[in-house]
């Protein structure tokens, strides 16, 4: 029986993978905006995506980005993410810059999980984790491969490495070049689930190819997906309404058997 991760009101690794959608504003308005419609939508966790924010570089404007999701949204679980241009994300940015990021978002206590890439200075990110850990925040370690999807054992290898520094739950997004793919990334999550059982993993495959991935998360063995509002953030989203009809058709299936 695999440990779930409780941020809020929400086990993420127990029963239906948890939905999470990414604010995406570029400014303070739309972030408000956005964060107000994503309240009402039947979703468990919000990611605010700090890459597509133009005020990023001012750490003053992010805490005050922070302030007004988090007085928006309530008491839903926020995950923030700086996306880096290497990885698919809308911007490149220093080492140094990034980690400080990180650090002071953690500090402000105003979100619940945080994303670091895996690949990046480990003690650096070490630090951060620690930091995080000392404020109650879940650390999430990811990696995306855009272009191709790697042997099943590299995925593990990858998923391993983010358990090994600290991850509460790693994270791996591929992009499959046939449906193949898709059973690779779904394999080596199903293998994960079982030798790493006491910790929840994410993962999927972008793309039209890799929705069902998105889709199939209870039965393989991720305990998060990604959804879609207005724009998706990544390709392959599949819209919140649609994937919540989905997801509970999947899980009742697999309650009946
Ligand atoms: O890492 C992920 C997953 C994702 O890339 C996806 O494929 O749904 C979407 C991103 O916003 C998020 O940070």
Redesign the pocket.
């Known amino acids: 029986m695999s440990k779930s991760v409780k941020v809020r009101d929400v086990f993420i690794g127990e029963g239906l993978p948890k939905i999470?959608v990414?604010l995406?504003g570029r400014t303070s308005l739309e972030l408000r905006e956005e964060a107000a419609l994503l309240k009402e939508l039947p979703i468990d966790i919000i990611?605010w995506?700090g890459d597509y924010f133009s005020e990023v570089d001012e750490i003053g404007s992010v805490i005050d980005a922070l302030h007004v999701i988090r007085n928006t949204i309530g008491n839903i679980p926020l995950?923030f993410?700086f996306?880096t241009a290497d990885?698919?994300g809308e911007r490149q940015i220093e080492k140094e810059a990034y980690f400080l990021l990180n650090k002071r978002v953690v500090e402000t206590g105003l979100v619940d999980l945080l994303?670091m890439e895996l690949f990046t200075d480990e003690e650096a990110m070490k630090e951060v984790i620690k930091l995080a850990h000392g404020q109650q925040i879940k650390v999430?370690l990811?990696n995306?491969d855009f272009e191709i999807t790697p042997s099943k054992e590299e995925i593990l290898s990858r998923l391993q490495k983010a358990q090994q520094l600290g991850a509460d739950i790693p994270?791996i997004?591929v992009m499959p070049q046939s449906v193949k793919d898709v059973l690779t990334l779904l394999d080596a999550t199903a293998t994960m689930k079982e030798i790493a059982a006491d910790l929840p993993i994410?993962t999927?495959a972008?793309g039209g190819k890799g929705a069902v991935s998105?889709m199939a998360g209870e039965i393989f063995g991720s305990a998060i997906?990604?959804?879609a509002a207005k724009k998706?953030?990544?390709?392959?989203?599949i819209p919140i309404e649609e994937l919540r009809n989905i997801l509970n058709i999947l899980h009742k299936s697999l309650s009946h058997s």
């Open positions: 999470c990414s995406i990611e995506r995950l993410t996306r990885e698919g994303d999430v990811s995306h994270k997004a994410v999927m972008m998105r997906t990604f959804a998706a953030s990544a390709p392959g989203q």
